[in-house]
């Protein structure tokens, strides 16, 4: 079982940014944590009292984990601890502006031990441009400072496909990253989100033709060959690691299908095939936060889900799932090496076509 905590405060907000988070409502943080609190506790007595599940990784990601004080996650840490195999993967994500020394050691103590950095680029201008807070020189300050409290497992997240992006730019972010000694990248291609200040921006350069997005699919495949080059395995579409120990144990089970918890604003949780929806609404959340939208999902769309996931990274998708129909597809595309048969599994090399092949397989 997997564990999701959503943490809905920014200092402040980037322009591209339409994740659940706030800016204004800090004084709501200890309610807000009270409120977290009572949903985990439900949580893990509906679905893990008296049951042999276990939670194997956490991830607290938001909106920025690192806008709380270590000290207000310790109760949280304290429901979780019976639940918990050994060795869980317990991850954080963390702006490098709020992520400061004592605030890393404080959450490594509580027994996070994977820590993933919102640093998007070392460029200065294009920090500026995309919104950031933090300057290139705080965002390596941060990366050392996590190397100095112990954490081994240490990921940085990169925006690509941003107007004036070139390889030749990015070729430098991903060197300053492996020379930071990093094991993790998550690269992202930009995406134009409603409800962003990009948004609204994006529509005025619309009418001049110009866009803040670049078609950046032969940049992906730069960017592909060229992280592999720095020793980067792609095991996800926008995800690489210099080893099979340093991939996100918990963004890889949600890829695998695998069932989840998710507490907190708008987070979602997924169970014995049933999803479960979070109040979205900070104010509505802290009043109520047991109640929940439920939604049963259809062995058609569990098999859709899996099918497109499996393709999106190395795990590829079980042969058993697919009908007569399906199956003759899924040959033909073997036949011209667009996947891979392997052991009853079927692989797909070429994450970036995972949504096509999925659609050209399923009925
Ligand atoms: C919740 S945020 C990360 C942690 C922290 N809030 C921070 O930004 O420093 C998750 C990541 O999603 C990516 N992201 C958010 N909005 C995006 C967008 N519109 N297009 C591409 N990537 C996006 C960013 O790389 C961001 O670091
Ligand atoms: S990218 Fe991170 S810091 Fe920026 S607004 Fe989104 S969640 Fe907040």
Same mark, same amino acid.
């Given at each position: ?30 309610? %807000? ?126 925006? %690509? ?11 430098? !972010?991903?060197?300053?990253?492996? !020379? ?6 998550? $690269? ?65 089970? %949600? ?9 907190? $604003?708008? $987070? ?96």
């Amino acid at each position: 079982m997997l564990l999701y905590i959503h943490i809905p405060f920014c200092d402040s907000k980037c322009f591209y940014c339409a994740f659940n988070s706030y800016t204004t409502k800090f004084k709501l943080k200890d309610d %807000y944590m009270e409120a977290l609190k009572k949903q985990l506790a439900n949580n893990l007595k509906r679905h893990l009292i008296n049951t042999n599940k276990k939670i194997e990784t956490v991830f607290i990601g938001g909106g920025t984990p690192s806008t709380i004080k270590a000290s207000s996650y310790k109760e949280l840490f304290d429901l979780i601890k019976p639940y918990l195999i050994e060795n869980a993967e317990i991850t954080t994500e963390a702006n490098p502006n709020s992520a400061t020394l004592s605030w890393q050691q404080e959450m490594f103590d509580l027994g996070v031990n994977r820590i993933s950095f919102g640093v998007q680029s070392f460029d200065e201008k294009k920090l500026k441009f995309l919104g950031r807070a933090h300057s290139s020189q705080s965002a390596i300050e941060a990366v050392n400072n996590a190397k100095k409290v112990g954490f081994k497992k240490i990921n940085c997240d990169i925006i %690509y496909g941003v107007v004036n992006d070139s390889f030749e730019t990015l070729k430098k !972010d991903f060197d300053i990253v492996k !020379d930071l000694g990093i094991n993790h990248i998550s $690269a992202y291609s930009l995406i134009i989100e409603e409800n962003t200040k990009f948004f609204l921006d994006e529509k005025s350069l619309k009418k001049e033709k110009k866009s803040l997005k670049i078609d950046d699919e032969d940049l992906s495949y730069e960017i592909f060959d060229y992280l592999a080059k720095l020793g980067f395995k792609q095991y996800e579409i926008a995800n690489f690691a210099t080893s099979e120990e340093f991939e996100s144990k918990h963004n890889y089970g %949600y890829w695998k299908h695998r069932e989840y918890l998710g507490v907190g $604003a708008g $987070a979602v949780a997924c169970i014995n095939n049933t999803r479960e929806y979070s109040e979205k609404n900070i104010e509505k959340y802290i009043e109520n936060p047991l109640s929940v939208e439920k939604e049963e999902l259809s062995l058609e769309d569990i098999k859709a889900e899996k099918v497109l996931l499996g393709f999106r990274c190395k795990f590829g998708v079980e042969i058993e799932l697919l009908n007569k129909n399906e199956l003759k597809r899924a040959e033909d595309l073997i036949t011209e090496k667009k996947l891979e048969l392997k052991d009853n599994r079927i692989f797909n090399n070429n994450y970036l076509l995972a949504d096509e092949l999925a659609l050209y397989i399923l009925d």
